[in-house]
């Protein structure tokens, strides 16, 4: 079945720092990748649906300059959460769709981001 | 919000058929129902999806009532890897030609040995 790898799994940075998610679709295009961010104990929530070659669209209340995302090809997204702070830490999640308008999303293994 | 209504928890014997009922009394005629779930510190898997004609794999079925405004995923055989917690969303138009899948709570299934 079609795979999304998300790397890294877990990462720990300092309060100012910025970091990078990587998402890639392994065995299929992906023209849309969307990230949502999870907190503990709660359910996903959109963040931003990520379009090949263009802009990202963000969900309302997602500040685009702080959760920057660039899909450069069919495979690859990209999330940067830049100048990280204690609240940002969350777990970050993205998926793909296979082909058609019907496709199931399929999802990334998530990010635990811990913003020291 | 989301669209969909779950018991919050639920428990199931190893072995036994496990039955995870969803509510969807506002689905309109176009919009699918979809399951996924979630184990612990992962990523969401798919499960199965419908319209709304019954649907099985080989992880699961998928009843929808004939009106449509609930359904039941049934795992034949619960294992203690399906501990998870299971979401049951109907998804919703999104940008033209794409959709979004809007998550609600989702059902805590534990299966005990």
């Known amino acids: 079945g079609a795979v999304v790898s998300q790397h890294p799994s877990r990462v720990i940075c300092k309060s100012g720092t910025s970091v990078k998610i990587e998402c890639r679709s392994l065995?299929?295009?992906?023209?849309?990748m969307f990230w949502y961010r999870q907190f503990p104990k709660q359910s996903l929530m959109l963040m931003a649906t990520?379009?090949?070659?263009?802009?990202?669209?963000?969900e309302q209340g997602v500040e685009k300059d702080k959760f920057l995302i660039n899909h450069a090809s069919l495979t690859l997204s990209t999330l940067t959460v830049t100048s990280a702070h204690p609240e940002d830490s969350s777990f970050y999640i993205c998926s793909a769709r296979e082909g058609r308008y019907n496709s199931p999303l399929h999802f990334g293994n998530g990010t635990r981001l811990t913003v020291t | 919000d989301a669209k969909t209504t779950q018991p919050t928890s639920m428990d199931c014997a190893e072995g036994r058929a496990a039955n995870l009922p969803c509510n969807h009394s506002?689905?309109?005629?176009?919009?699918?129902v979809y399951w996924y779930r979630q184990i612990h510190s992962q990523g969401p898997q798919y499960i199965i999806h419908?319209?709304?004609?019954?649907e099985t794999n080989e992880m699961a079925s998928l009843i929808i009532t004939e009106d449509r405004k609930s359904s039941t995923l049934i795992l034949p055989h619960a294992t203690l890897r399906d501990t998870a917690v299971y979401y049951c969303i109907v998804r919703v138009a999104y940008m033209d030609s794409n959709y979004q899948l809007i998550w609600g709570a989702g059902t805590k299934l534990i299966i005990k040995p």
């Open positions: 419908g319209l709304k004609n019954n």
């Open positions: 990520s379009n090949e070659g263009s802009k990202a669209t963000y």
């Open positions: 506002t689905i309109s005629g176009n919009e699918y």
């Open positions: 065995d299929f295009q992906a023209t849309t």
